[in-house]
């Protein structure tokens, strides 16, 4: 069954230092998203992606947040200067199309656990 | 906000049991997800409901939409070790494309 991959799996960082967390839909898909869960805690949205452009982003998705899709297979997600409260899990998900339109539901990754030391 | 209450926080049931937990909303949402969680992965989506007072099985999952659209549960019959995990509702508005997740809650299934 096709998946989301997303890579590293664990990424340690020094506060102030940028990071780019990489994800691969699902091939077929064409609504990518990124959300985050802080340790014990809901999972938040971040961001929305289609048409090589953001279509939604929350409060928490500031100018330090970007994303990219670079080329045909991959979604990144970079922060620019990490802060120790970036520390989280961060999940890619992607979907067919929007869930409005009564389409497939949003499929998530295992995740990259980010530690801003 | 959007903020949903899922309830209750956590169980303790035996193997056999069956469990039933719930998501409510002060505001209406045009489809309810539910996922489950289990250590060190990513949600994985157990069913979708899309339509007011649809009635969804999977197995031995049932979810609801609740009429008024604030509101679903998940059932879990006969419940089994593998179940043992965090269960997430999650909630989306028409016209946005973000989730909108419960708290979780923490399913502990005793063999």
């Known amino acids: 069954e096709p998946e989301v991959t997303q890579t590293p799996s664990h990424q340690v960082t020094q506060m102030g230092q940028e990071v780019i967390l990489r994800c691969v839909p699902i091939s077929n898909h064409l609504y990518f998203y990124w959300y985050r869960q802080i340790l014990g805690q809901k999972v938040e949205f971040l961001v929305s992606f289609y048409n090589n452009e953001i279509s939604e982003k929350s409060e928490i998705f500031d100018d330090q947040f970007s994303v990219e899709r670079p080329d045909g297979s991959n979604f990144t997600l970079k922060i620019r200067s990490t802060k120790l409260e970036d520390s989280a899990m961060y999940f890619c998900?992607?979907?067919?199309?929007?869930?409005?339109?009564?389409?497939?539901?949003?499929?998530f990754g295992d995740g990259t656990r980010l530690s801003i030391l | 906000g959007q903020q949903l209450n899922q309830s209750p926080q956590s169980m303790f049931i035996q193997e056999g049991e069956d469990v039933s937990m719930n998501c409510t909303s002060s505001?209406?949402?045009?489809?309810w997800l539910w996922y489950k969680q289990d250590p060190g992965e990513g949600p994985v989506l157990l069913i979708a409901?899309?339509?007011?007072?649809e009635l969804t099985s999977n197995g031995r999952l049932t979810a609801q939409f609740g009429i008024t659209r604030k509101d679903s549960f998940l059932n879990i019959s006969a419940s089994i070790p593998s179940d043992v995990g965090i269960y997430f509702c999650?909630?989306?508005?028409?016209?946005?494309?973000?989730?909108?997740f419960g708290k979780g809650m923490k399913l502990t299934v005793n063999p």
């Open positions: 998900a992607s979907s067919e199309a929007l869930l409005a339109q009564g389409t497939q539901p949003q499929h």
């Open positions: 999650a909630g989306q508005r028409g016209g946005s494309e973000k989730l909108v």
């Open positions: 505001s209406i949402f045009n489809t």
């Open positions: 409901l899309y339509k007011a007072g």
